[in-house]
């Protein structure tokens, strides 16, 4: 048979994808064309047109906070091959392997010292569940099984699946759709914007009133630290998390931390926690546990957690997905962590925070522009309208850059490794989209 001009695979694909791919959040059929990618190095990513023609563009995304080490990076692409040419993938029910057991030691190496005992999960959402799991088990052992519910603050993003679900933004995770369904849970209002903002007193009485009039029924609170990610792009005090951290054990509730966004250095600190000195009783770490290479999530949770499950009636954690602990996933995890704390990370975060905070400081002129917030290798502008997220998108791709907008919010978070002139591209692109959007 042969061979089809390029244009035309290309166009079949594109085709193909619009008819039967979903795609995050996508109606079927999709409806807007989504640019094909056939391989990224570095930070760039290689795009294929439909005419056939091939652009790079910079990836101001870290493909959704990821892959903070950039793309087909060769100690990551090693740590792979040599994990590929043993195996795969074995199962974790009666057999262990040394990737699993060296990044498990390894996160407990690198997270608060109470943290010692690790759950290896497949997605975020999937960790975000077992973290629930967990807190609901400890109370059970506990002869408490009326502490069940949990808290958080309205804001927030922790995964699509059920429990996660349930204490995203009750608006922005659309609640109404599921009324009736998921569980319902307990909100305080939103924290006060702000990472320099001391604590508001108010909003910290607020938060105390909330856990104190709920403990009996609270299993835990789960919050994410500084950071609100996916439910609006917003930073606070890491005051706040200390406020909860007293309140949670002066009323006997459990404390989560989803550091699924903010872990492995992207907000300056190597888990967010950091900034405010505390520990958790569970932590969940995702998204650029592995590079960005592939799925894996865990969760980690203290030894009086681990001892109180174990006390339980069912005396074991009641959870163990097929590909729990997969050895390519962990080998990958493991190599970049220790890529990661092998070089001055912090410097590249600080040296990308500025790049961030003086290119996109013009932002501040645009018409529309209500707030511009930088934090760590975080940028954000946010407007007073809905992004249009196709001209947004048409004006970031124009400067040759990656980027995704949502809601009123365009935003940033690169590869630790972009350099100061991609930095610069990206603002530019963030300031164009925010222009045109
Ligand atoms: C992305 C994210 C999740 C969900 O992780 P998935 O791997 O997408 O399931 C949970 N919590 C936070 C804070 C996140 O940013």
């Known amino acids: 048979m ?3 001009p390029d244009q035309d695979r290309i166009g079949e694909l594109l085709a193909l994808d619009l008819q039967h791919v979903w795609h995050p959040y996508g109606p079927m059929p999709g409806r807007t064309e989504p640019l094909l990618v056939e391989s990224a190095s570095g930070v760039r990513l290689r795009i294929a047109e439909p005419g056939g023609v091939r652009t790079e563009l910079v990836d101001g995304m ?30 974790f029910g009666g057999l262990t392997h040394e990737p699993a057991v060296r990044l498990a030691e390894r996160l407990v190496a690198i997270t608060p010292e109470p943290l010692q005992h690790v759950f290896l999960a497949d997605s975020g959402s999937v960790s975000v569940e077992v973290a629930v799991k967990m807190c609901l088990q400890y109370w059970r052992s506990q002869s408490r099984p009326g502490k069940r519910r949990l808290m958080t603050w309205r804001g927030g993003y922790h995964g699509d699946t059920w429990q996660p679900m349930s204490v995203c933004d009750p608006e922005g995770g659309m609640h109404h759709l599921w009324s009736g369904l998921l569980p319902v849970q307990v909100f305080a209002d939103a924290p006060p914007a702000g990472f320099d903002a001391a604590p508001d007193r108010a909003y910290a009485d607020h938060l105390r009133e909330t856990v104190a009039r709920h403990a009996d029924e609270l299993a835990a609170v789960i919050v994410e630290p500084v950071v609100q990610g996916a439910g609006g792009m917003r930073f606070h005090s890491p005051g706040l998390l200390r406020v909860l951290r007293e309140t949670c054990d002066e009323h006997d509730v459990l404390l989560v931390l989803d550091e699924i966004a903010t872990g492995f250095g992207r907000t300056g600190t190597l888990f967010a926690a950091g900034h405010a000195g505390i520990c958790p009783d ?12 592939l799925t894996m999530a865990a969760a980690l949770c203290t030894t009086r957690v681990a001892e109180g499950i174990s006390r339980g009636e069912v005396p074991v954690l ?7 602990g997969n050895p390519l996933a962990a080998a990958v995890a493991l190599a970049s962590v220790d890529l990661l704390l092998g070089q001055d990370w912090q410097r590249e975060v600080k040296r990308i925070e500025t ?14 522009v209500t707030d511009v917030r930088v934090l760590g290798a975080i940028g954000v502008v946010q407007l007073d309208h809905e992004v249009d997220m196709a001209a947004a998108t048409r004006a970031a791709v124009r400067e040759g850059v990656w980027l995704r ?8 978070m690169p590869p630790y490794v972009t350099g100061d002139e991609d930095v610069a591209a990206i603002c530019r692109a963030v300031l164009a989209a925010a222009r045109e959007g």
């Open 62 to 91: 870290s493909s959704w906070w990821s892959a903070i080490h950039g793309y087909n990076h060769p100690v990551l692409n090693e740590a792979v091959r040599s994990q590929l040419a043993r195996m795969s993938h074995v199962m």
């Open 2 to 4: 042969p061979e089809r």
């Open 318 to 324: 009641a959870h163990g997905p097929t590909f729990m």
């Open 405 to 412: 907008p949502f809601r009123d919010l365009v935003y940033t």
């Open 355 to 368: 790049g961030l905070r003086e290119g996109l400081a013009p932002a501040k002129q645009i018409a529309g």
């Open 282 to 293: 569970v932590m969940c770490v995702g998204k650029a546990l592995t590079g960005g290479y």
